[in-house]
């Protein structure tokens, strides 16, 4: 398997909000997946049941409390350059430009600017943002910056990419437009993709494998394979199912009540 998750715990030390000690909260309780290379998987579940701890961990940025992640035979310690994490704030430099933005992670690939621009040039190309190369991030859209987000983690060749709520902030319009480009671009470059998610109707559309977590402490509730082919249709039969479906595991509720939700 290419990344294994061992039975992950995080314990984080907190304020008891009461007063008195701290004490140890339990954020994740005996966490264990496994992802096949190439794979899209979602985690997916309410706020707060530990998905960001998750893939923190999995990314060498947090600490396990005990357990481990192993990624290609490799117990994961520290970040490493073979996978890139994008975030929810897009994380770009805007004193640099677009272009600058993207040849960063190249800057210390021993690469020649000639070859680092050649490089950015083409994944901007694959984010149709050729054009604003020479822009700063202040003059683009949330999506246009999200898509510069993504040409930078995918120039430095990642084996996988874990992006945390990468969304969240834009509009559904373009929301539905990344979705689209996202898994066209790792369908032609074969990344394996981490992706978390709290949107339902994102995690169908674009997974695999929709990890689903529930809190307290932050654990795999069930883990529900997609078998809907690309490009999908968000109001296909099979795709409305899998959705109600995902509710259900959610919320408890019946087949009756759940339509007054979706
Ligand atoms: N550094 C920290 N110290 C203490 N508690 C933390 C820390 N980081 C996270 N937590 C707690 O761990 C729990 C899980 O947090 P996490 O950020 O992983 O959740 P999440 O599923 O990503 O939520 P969201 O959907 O809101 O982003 C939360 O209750 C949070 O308060
Ligand atoms: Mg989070």
């Not at 307290?216 to 199912?241: A, D, M, Q, Y």
Request: glycine share 6%.
């Amino acid at each position: 398997m290419y990344i294994e998750v061992r039975n992950a715990v995080k314990q984080f030390l907190c304020k008891n909000p009461a007063g008195g000690d701290e004490k140890f909260v339990t954020v994740l309780g005996d966490v264990s997946l496994s992802i096949e290379r190439g794979e899209f998987v979602c985690l997916l579940g309410p706020s707060g049941c530990g998905k960001t701890t998750l893939v923190n961990a999995m990314a060498g940025f947090e600490k396990l409390t005990s357990g481990s992640v192993v990624i290609d035979g490799e117990t994961v310690t520290r970040p490493s350059p073979r996978y890139v994490t994008i975030f929810q704030n897009y994380g770009l430099l805007p004193w640099r430009s677009v272009r600058k933005n993207v040849e960063l992670g190249l800057e210390s690939s021993g690469l020649t600017p000639e070859e680092r621009d050649v490089t950015a040039e083409r994944y901007l190309k694959l984010v149709n943002l050729s054009a604003f190369a020479e822009q700063h991030p202040c003059r683009l859209s949330g999506g246009q910056q999200q898509r510069v987000a993504i040409a930078r983690a995918l120039a430095v060749n990642p084996e996988i990419l874990f992006m945390d709520e990468p969304f969240g902030a834009l509009d559904a319009i373009t929301r539905y437009k990344l979705q689209n480009d996202l898994r066209e671009i790792v369908r032609r470059e074969c990344k394996t993709v981490v992706f978390v998610t709290h949107d339902i109707d994102e995690a169908v559309f674009l997974a695999d494998h929709i990890v689903v977590m529930e809190p307290n402490p932050g654990r795999i509730r069930k883990i529900l394979p997609v078998k809907l082919s690309h490009p999908r249709v968000r109001n296909e039969s099979g795709f409305v199912e899998l959705r109600k479906e995902i509710f259900r595991e959610f919320f408890h509720v019946s087949d009756r009540s759940i339509e007054y939700f979706i």
